[in-house]
C-alpha cells in the first residue's frame, strides 16, 4: 500500500472521441481509484470539448503509476501526476 498521497491529473481533449478508452482503463483500476472529480467548461449555449478528470489513487504505487501511464499513451491525453509523501 502507497505511504504517499497520490493524484493523477488527466487532461481529455476531444471528450467524444476519447472519453471511452480513458473510461475503459479507468474501470480496470477502478480498485485503485479513490475520488474522481470531472471538470469541463459548460454554459447555456456551450459545453467544452475537452475537460480534466483528477484521480485520487489509492493502493499498490507501481499499479497506479502503471495506469496512468496506459491513459498517457492513448491519443488526444495528457496525464500529471503529483506525487506527496507522508512523514
Known amino acids: 500500500m502507497m505511504n504517499k498521497h ?3 491529473g488527466i487532461h481529455v481533449t476531444e471528450r467524444a ?3 471511452q478508452q480513458v473510461q ?4 480496470q483500476y477502478g480498485c485503485n481509484i479513490k475520488t474522481r472529480i ?3 467548461d459548460v454554459d447555456q449555449s456551450f459545453c467544452s470539448p475537452n475537460g480534466l478528470i483528477l484521480l485520487e489513487m489509492f493502493g499498490d504505487e507501481k499499479t497506479c ?3 496512468a ?3 498517457n499513451a492513448l491519443e488526444g491525453i495528457e496525464v500529471q501526476k503529483m506525487l ?4
Not at 24 to 27: D, G, V
Open 84 to 87: 506527496f509523501d507522508h512523514p
Open 24 to 27: 475503459q482503463i479507468m474501470t
Open 17 to 19: 472521441q476519447h472519453a
Open 69 to 71: 501511464d496506459e491513459i
Open 38 to 40: 470531472g471538470l469541463h
Open 6 to 8: 497520490l493524484i493523477v
Open 65 to 67: 503509476l502503471q495506469m
